[in-house]
């Protein structure tokens, strides 16, 4: 019986494989089309075309609306924290910039740059500020952009200046909290945004000190050239005439830092940082209440004249977030009709049937991910169609669902701008002036990081089980399950009877 089977009224009819996937298949062949046809790719649109062409397959199969209605809005309210998260993410943005905590960022990490270990800083200045910013596609457009001029004024490859912009911004795209996709994932795996980060640090760390070492190693045969740092000196300049830097200035940040590290939950630590960076803007930087109040709500406009200045810190507030605020509820919405219809349990059990161990489940969730870049090329889609698609499986083998939401954060935020034809590639090589696939060889951290993954899911390294609380939790929201074949409500299950059933896996 399905989640919410018992609610709409007893047993709830199970499609076809065939018409399970035909769902599917019709959403991504309308992406596609609107991807080679439109202008502009906004997969909103065929998601909820999607939704509406399942409710009348599931209307064929006998279902009615308020069947269909009572999974697609529970599985939304699941998500509704994370569209909190998402808001706040939006205001700490605005005020970090108006406050100069971010601009203080840039300035210092762009001061490390030397000749001889320019590709490793072209690696950790975009990293530093990915971290800061919470988005990949505004550092690689401004830092990357000049970091990729500096580059050809050494006479350094373009695509190992690529390689290393595209690693360290995309590694702090999926290492910030402030990132879209990184509170995506744990959004529709229904877990903790700070755990899902700390998770991530056993692949990221081994992949950025592999990136690292091999940037090190190429700099050197560069240590004699003259550094010409005439974009980096306007860029420094822009941004001392707008703001008055002062060490004091990163306490924001360090006190979201501080709280992350103590394990406060993560929507009063972000607000705390908003609060934080209202009260450094005030008084730091003079700002007035009004000013404060629109960098929350439509986020920093800049006006320094320096057009790489003012695309890097023109960004934040609440309405920036709206793009991603409205895939997210649609994409669960999506996700939880073709729960409520059935339709993953089918699939699910056909992947399951091929699913023989820990390994081969990471490995085909990660795939999912991948596979789901290589066709539609939009990383949030590559994020929460696997994310709530293999979520039963994973409860049902008794593991964490902090190894999903690592799974799909690799496979979709880091893999996507290796794909020529996606989102993320199509906009680094239009911005970088570099093709994808001459930089992706070179943008480790990004390739190796799920290959890292992969390995530990086959050794069983970091690679948790579910704990009392995940069970607990499962339970309280009656989050579905695949138990020998059939989807359920952990509601339903005896918390024994579970315990037993996930130990019976673990020693197979």
């Known amino acids: 019986m399905t989640p919410q089977a018992e609610a709409a009224g007893g047993e709830l009819p199970r499609p076809s494989p065939f018409m399970a ?90 001061q490390l740059i030397t000749p001889q270990y320019f590709l490793l800083a072209a690696m950790l200045l975009p990293a530093v500020v990915s971290v800061a910013i919470g988005t990949s596609w ?106 008055a830097f002062h060490p004091l200035l990163l306490l924001p940040a360090l006190l979201v830092l501080v709280l992350a590290v103590r ?13 934080a960076g209202a009260v450094t803007a005030y008084f730091a930087q003079g700002a007035s209440v009004p000013e404060i109040s629109a960098a929350m709500q439509d986020g920093f406009s800049s006006a320094t004249g320096v057009e790489a200045v003012d695309e890097l810190l023109s960004k934040g507030g609440i309405q920036s977030m709206m793009w991603t605020i409205s895939l997210v509820l649609i994409a669960l919405g999506f996700g939880g009709i073709l729960e409520q219809t059935r339709c993953l349990e089918v699939l699910l059990n056909a992947i399951v049937r091929r699913v023989r161990g820990r390994l081969s489940l990471v490995a085909a969730s990660t795939g999912g991910s991948v596979g789901t870049n290589l066709i539609t090329g939009d990383p949030y ?9 293999f979520g039963p499986v994973y409860r049902g083998r008794g593991l964490s669902m902090l190894n999903l939401s690592r799974s799909i954060e690799e496979g979709g935020t880091l893999i996507n701008p290796l794909v020529p034809w996606s989102a993320g590639g199509a906009f680094t090589a239009g911005a970088l002036g570099i093709p994808t696939l001459a930089y992706a060889p070179f943008a480790v951290a990004c390739w190796l990081s799920p290959l890292i993954g992969l390995l530990y899911a086959g050794l069983g390294w970091f690679s948790p089980r579910a704990s009392v609380a995940e069970l607990d939790r499962w339970q309280a929201e009656g989050e579905p399950v695949l138990m020998a074949g059939e989807l359920v409500s952990a509601a339903q299950l005896d918390p024994e009877e579970l315990e037993r059933d996930f130990d019976s896996y673990r020693r197979r």
Do not use: C
Request: hydrophobic share 55%.
């Open 381 to 389: 889609l590559a994020v929460a169609l696997p994310g709530r698609m």
């Open 263 to 275: 394990r406060f939950p993560a929507l009063p630590t972000l607000f705390l940082g908003v609060l």
């Open 21 to 110: 996937l035909l769902p599917l298949v019709a959403t991504m062949v309308l992406m596609l089309v609107q991807l080679a046809v439109f202008e502009e790719f906004a997969p909103q649109i065929p998601l909820a075309l999607g939704i509406a062409f399942t409710g009348l397959l599931a209307w064929t199969w006998g279902y009615r609306w308020r069947d269909m209605e009572t999974g697609l809005y529970h599985v939304v309210h699941v998500g509704l924290p994370s569209v909190a998260i998402l808001m706040t993410v939006g205001m700490i943005i605005g005020t970090w910039i108006l406050s100069g905590t971010v601009p203080l960022l840039i300035y210092y990490g762009l």
């Open 138 to 243: 505004g550092t690689v457009g401004t830092v990357g952009l000049a970091l990729v001029g500096i580059g050809e004024g050494l006479g350094i490859p373009a695509h190992l200046t690529g390689g290393a912009i595209v690693s360290g911004a995309f590694f702090g795209d999926k290492m910030s909290p402030l990132s879209d996709t990184t509170n995506l994932a744990p959004a529709v795996t229904s877990t903790d945004l700070f755990s899902h980060i700390r998770n991530m640090m056993a692949t990221a760390i081994p992949a950025m000190l592999a990136a690292a070492a091999l940037f090190w190693l190429l700099g050197r045969g560069y240590a004699d050239q003259t550094l010409h740092a005439e974009r980096v000196e306007a860029i420094m300049a822009a941004l001392e005439g707008q703001f």
